[in-house]
């Protein structure tokens, strides 16, 4: 049986791939953001996974509004790098899991959600930039990776409750998969951001702390809160905070998460940058 074991938050700012490529995350200001990502990189190394389900969005790279589905599924034996203007990053290809991203495709629409599937999908800094932040620089990806693309850019949006009742139904596909795979998940985005309008640059600290507080201890009742808070509170951006609402309710809820890690620094770029590392509790 196929197994979910962990989950992992984090931001996924473009310019940190661009500090990553362009050889400055030494620099001191990227410093503080990468020095929160150590314990994670080592983390990670000593537990492998054999694949991560990747929630992430997509940013008008992939998708565009000719068409907008809420959730897109990749069912690829690989993913190839967006190029998102200036050049695809110089990151490997991600591989795909095709048969289990097919069963989770049948499982979840069995269940009621009703996904998008996508045979080709260019993947972008939302999903690339966690993946240098969590295995760093490396010449191939060291596991699969099953892509789950969520709408947070063009309204209507999913709301959190959604994404988190979706995220159970996750786990029960993942569980009724019969190889013996260990699966980690991860939610990205956010934290608090608007990147336009009069309240470009917001950020809130309060607010971001109370949310990892939340996520931990009270997911269920976190699932509650209505989008407009997001977009009121955490900016018109803070929103894809949603997507780590969908990791967190493919725990083991039953039981108390077991924190590995947490980092909350501000800024990198206009961003709040929020991690966490969620083992299921025994
Ligand atoms: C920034 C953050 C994002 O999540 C994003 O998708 C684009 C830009 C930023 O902070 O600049
Ligand atoms: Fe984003």
Redesign the pocket.
């Known amino acids: 049986m196929a197994k979910i074991t962990a989950s992992v938050y984090t931001s996924?700012v473009p310019a940190i791939g661009a500090a990553l490529d362009s050889g400055k995350a030494g620099e001191p200001y990227w410093q503080k953001v990468f020095s929160g990502y150590d314990y994670s990189k080592k983390w990670n190394k000593d537990n492998i996974p054999d694949v991560v389900f990747l929630i992430y969005?997509d940013?008008a790279n992939a998708f565009s509004l000719s068409l907008i589905p809420t959730f897109a599924l990749g069912t690829a034996e690989s993913f190839p790098i967006a190029d998102e203007g200036w050049g695809a990053r110089p990151v490997p290809v991600v591989k795909g899991h095709p048969e289990l991203a097919s069963h989770i495709a049948q499982s979840l629409i069995q269940d009621d959600f009703d996904i998008t599937i996508a045979n080709e999908l260019p993947v972008d800094h939302?999903l690339t930039v966690p993946m240098s932040l969590m295995f760093g620089e490396v010449d191939e990806w060291p596991c699969y990776v099953i892509p789950l693309h969520v709408n947070v850019v063009q309204y209507p949006v999913p709301s959190g409750a959604r994404c988190f009742a979706m995220g159970k139904a996750i786990r029960r596909a993942v569980e009724s998969f019969d190889q013996d795979l260990n699966v980690h998940i991860w939610g990205t985005?956010g934290m608090s951001h608007q990147l336009q309008g009069a309240r470009a640059g917001l950020i809130n600290e309060k607010w971001d702390n109370d949310f990892l507080d939340e996520l931990i201890a009270e997911p269920e009742k976190l699932s509650k809160k209505p989008h407009l808070e997001y977009v009121e509170e955490a900016g018109s951006?803070g929103i894809?905070l949603v997507m780590w609402l969908m990791a967190r309710g493919a725990m083991n809820l039953e039981k108390e998460p077991i924190v590995k890690h947490r980092f909350y620094h501000v800024p990198a770029s206009n961003t709040a940058v929020g991690h966490l590392i969620l083992e299921d509790g025994i």
Request: net charge negative; no cysteine; hydrophobic share 0%.
């Open positions: 996924h969005n940013h939302g985005g951006e894809e």
